[in-house]
Each structure stands twice: as C-alpha cells, then as structure tokens.
C-alpha cells in the first residue's frame, strides 16, 4: 500500500521557519514527480513546490520563490520543504503528492495533510 506521510507542522509566528517532511512508503518514489501543495480556508489548493519526475527541475509558485526550498533524499524516500520568512499568508493545510508525469496536470498520491499556523 502506497502512503505519504507529511509531518514538521505547527504554529509559527511571523518570520520564523518551518522545515516540512513527507516519508514515502509501498514503493520507491525516486522516478516520481513529488512536491507539495496547500491550501488555505476557503480557498482552492494549490501547488508549492515541486521537482520534476527526473529530478532536473524544480517548481516554486511565484509567492514562496525566494523563501521556500523543496529538497529530496531518494535513499530514504523522503520529500522535503524549507519554509522560511513565514508570512501569516502562508497559514494553510500543506499536502504531499506524487505523479507519474507532472504535478501540474495530476496527482496519483496525496498525503493527508499537516498544517502550518502563521501568527502575525
């Protein structure tokens, strides 16, 4: 059974970092598009942050360049996000997910989620 498992949320005022973990079980995830999505109350989710399926590329939304780092260690099976600077904006659900393809065009897995409270 395939599973991602998001951990390292929490509350965090304004400023302050937070590091993200998503551990990947039930197959190997290293030929697999990975990143991490959000989504904050009442609006839609949207993507984070995001490595390609070869890993050549990365993807940050234009409101986290600059602030976030998403990294990988293909040997444990984990996905990563660095979240530094934090803004009260950024206080939202965050959710791991994995593709075949492209995270932009759709997800095969998601995590269940862990949230990241930003005090202002």
């Known amino acids: 059974q395939v599973q991602l498992v998001e951990s390292g949320g929490g509350l965090v005022q304004a400023g302050g970092s937070l590091r993200l973990s998503c551990a990947a079980s039930g197959r190997s995830f290293s030929s697999y598009a990975m990143g991490w999505f959000r989504q904050a109350p009442g609006k839609e989710r949207e993507i984070v942050a995001a490595f390609s399926w070869s890993g050549a590329t990365t993807y940050y939304a234009n409101s986290v360049k600059g602030r976030f780092t998403i990294s990988r260690d293909n040997a444990k099976n984990t996905v990563y996000l660095q979240m530094n600077s934090l803004k009260p904006e950024d206080t939202a659900v965050y959710y791991c997910?994995?593709?075949?393809?492209?995270?932009?065009?759709?997800?095969?897995?998601w995590g269940k989620g862990t949230l990241v409270t930003v005090s202002s």
């Open positions: 997910a994995g593709s075949r393809q492209s995270l932009h065009y759709g997800v095969d897995y």
